[in-house]
């Protein structure tokens, strides 16, 4: 039985190892016929193909008509990976075919700087051109905030403050902090709804608008630190509190402005 067993898979490994040779061989001259873009759009739609196909094309990356076994994926996946809106991208063959399988950025939050200019805040932390044929419901974001567009900025952790640049952190602490609450809102379905825009005065503290109730919330400065992602759970937290004890006794139209600069004792401006 054991070289029953041993015929069987010196045949087997044979058979596999002919057709891996004649696929090779059969590969050498077959060509792209085409391009099939599988797109993950999360919510909105912001990806067009005909605009990563320019970008391919612009970047001398053309592959219809050229052999399969000329052409690098690596070098095509590391191009698409620098273009404004995809955040995760493989590149595959199929056939005759290339496959290029892509997950589109979400964008949370849509910014205007102090010169009127616009750009996007994606869930990943990156700056995002603006682009006036993308739609969707952006927080919107104002104030005193001179930072634009600049081609593959991360805000994260990883990127932004792993350098230790200590001029860049600061140019970009405050677009890292509006990330940061623009992060939570989009994670909360109940701020989500509520949360409608983010405003940096001058005194550099962070003011809400509410899409619910004709009042702004002060919700304060922010800094640097590990504890970020607390201190503004904590004050949400405390927010909510108001909301679901205060306003259902007061009313949502009696306060001018909520205080949460303060952590649990929350002075209110009434009208």
């Known amino acids: 039985m054991n070289k029953k067993y041993a015929v069987v898979g010196i045949v087997v490994a044979i058979l596999v190892v002919v057709v891996i040779v004649f696929y090779q061989v059969s ?24 605009n990563i196909n320019h970008y391919l094309k612009d970047n001398n990356i053309n592959v219809i008509g050229k052999k399969i076994d000329s052409v690098d994926k690596q070098i095509i996946e590391n191009k698409l990976r620098l273009y404004p809106y995809i955040e995760h ?92 609450i623009a992060q939570y809102v989009d994670n909360d379905e109940f701020w989500k709804a509520q949360i409608c825009q983010i405003y940096l005065d001058e005194n550099d503290d962070f003011q809400l608008s509410t899409t619910v109730g004709n009042h702004v919330v002060l919700f304060g400065k922010l800094t640097m630190s590990p504890q970020i992602e607390q201190v503004i759970d904590s004050r949400f937290s405390n927010l909510k509190s108001i909301y679901v004890n205060g306003f259902k006794i007061m009313g949502w139209d009696k306060y001018e402005m909520i205080n949460l600069k303060y952590g649990k004792e929350i002075p209110c401006k009434k009208r």
């Open 27 to 50: 590969s050498r001259d077959r060509t792209f016929s085409n391009i099939i873009y599988q797109i993950d759009y999360n919510e909105d739609t912001i990806l067009r193909q005909e």
């Open 89 to 180: 991208v493989e590149v595959l063959d199929s056939k005759d075919k290339l496959i290029v399988k892509i997950k589109q950025e979400k964008i949370l939050a849509k910014v205007y700087n102090q010169e009127d200019k616009v750009f996007f805040l994606s869930k990943t932390g990156r700056i995002l051109p603006y682009d006036s044929l993308i739609h969707g419901r952006f927080l919107i974001v104002n104030g005193k905030i001179d930072n634009q567009y600049q081609n593959n900025i991360y805000l994260c952790e990883d990127s932004l403050f792993a350098t230790k640049d200590s001029l860049k952190i600061k140019k970009y602490l405050n677009l890292y902090n509006i990330w940061k």
